[in-house]
């Protein structure tokens, strides 16, 4: 979906922050459009605007385009930046209203964002540039300086093989714990994994960032990811992370004001508990979410 966002006087208006070209006084839209893929933890935007707009002429003017859209690219992204589902309850905008992330912070997030170089349409009316924000960076700014906890250890344990990466699957349709009817289980940076008797397996405060080079507290796959020809089923960056021999279990619900959290049989959640080796495997962020793949991509 395409946003316009109309600047009169190229004055920047976005939530609290006003950012303007005195040399211009003419009125310019920006189209703006995004998209998260939660596979490769991106945030994609393109962005650009009309040269006639702004009283440029090309080729003399290109530069100045240039300039115009990378000092604008910043505050046009916040609003898909402020969508980011941090939880089964909130967003970035809600830290931002709550005060736990400065708007500053989030605008250093949008200045560190991967650009291709500002360029012209092909027909030369036109300047846009397109964006790249990696999701571990808001999960870093996010969680960082927490110390990880550890989870609650079974009163009696039960006998475990040491596992190299957990895998929940979780991309059918789910019940929907405490309420009726189901749903597809849904992408976040920090989402919970609880058993069926509601005990709390994984959450935000028992990762540890960072401690293996990542600020990803979950990653995402497709089903079609986990069975691949090795003989742990993944390739590539899956297979680095959750190793040879990961523990594969099927969700057996779904929980959250968004369905984000998976529910796992208590016995799955023991064979996680009940070894030092596997609990190891929450603090480090060794844990797939496998959703349908259909949820895995959205469009702003």
Request: hydrophobic share 40%; charged share 25%.
């Amino acid at each position: 979906m395409i946003k316009k966002t109309t600047y009169p006087g190229l004055m920047l208006l976005m939530g609290f922050i006003a950012f303007s070209f005195p040399v211009w006084g003419a009125e310019v839209t920006f189209d703006v459009s995004s998209s998260i893929d939660w596979v490769s933890a991106e945030l994609y935007s393109q962005t650009g605007f009309e040269l006639a707009q702004a009283g440029i002429r090309i080729p003399t003017g290109r530069f100045l385009g240039e300039e115009i859209l990378e000092e604008a690219f910043p505050r046009l992204i916040r609003p898909y930046i402020l969508s980011i589902k941090i939880d089964s309850s909130s967003a970035v905008r809600d830290m931002l209203e709550r005060g736990e992330i400065s708007l500053r912070a989030l605008d250093s997030l949008s200045l560190g964002a991967e650009k291709t170089p500002p360029r012209l349409s092909p027909d030369l009316t036109r300047m846009n540039g397109n964006y790249t924000l990696s999701l571990e960076k808001v999960s870093a700014l996010i969680n960082s300086n927490r110390r990880a906890f550890e989870p609650n250890r079974p009163l009696i344990p039960v006998q475990t093989a040491d596992y190299t990466g957990i895998i929940v699957i979780a991309n059918e349709e789910l019940a929907v714990h405490g309420r009726a009817g189901h749903a597809f289980a849904e992408p976040c940076l920090f989402p919970k994994i609880w058993d069926t008797e509601m005990n709390l397996i994984y959450a935000r405060n028992m990762f540890e960032a960072g401690a293996i080079g990542s600020f990803l507290m979950t990653r995402y796959a497709a089903p079609e990811s986990i069975f691949r020809p090795t003989p742990s089923g993944l390739e590539g960056e899956l297979e680095a992370l959750l190793g040879p021999r990961p523990l594969r279990i099927l969700a057996r619900g779904i929980f959250g004001i968004s369905p984000t959290d998976p529910i796992i049989d208590r016995e799955d959640a023991l064979k996680i508990l009940s070894s030092e080796n596997n609990r190891r495997l929450l603090r480090e962020g060794r844990v797939l979410l496998v959703l349908d793949e259909r949820n895995l991509q959205a469009s702003f």
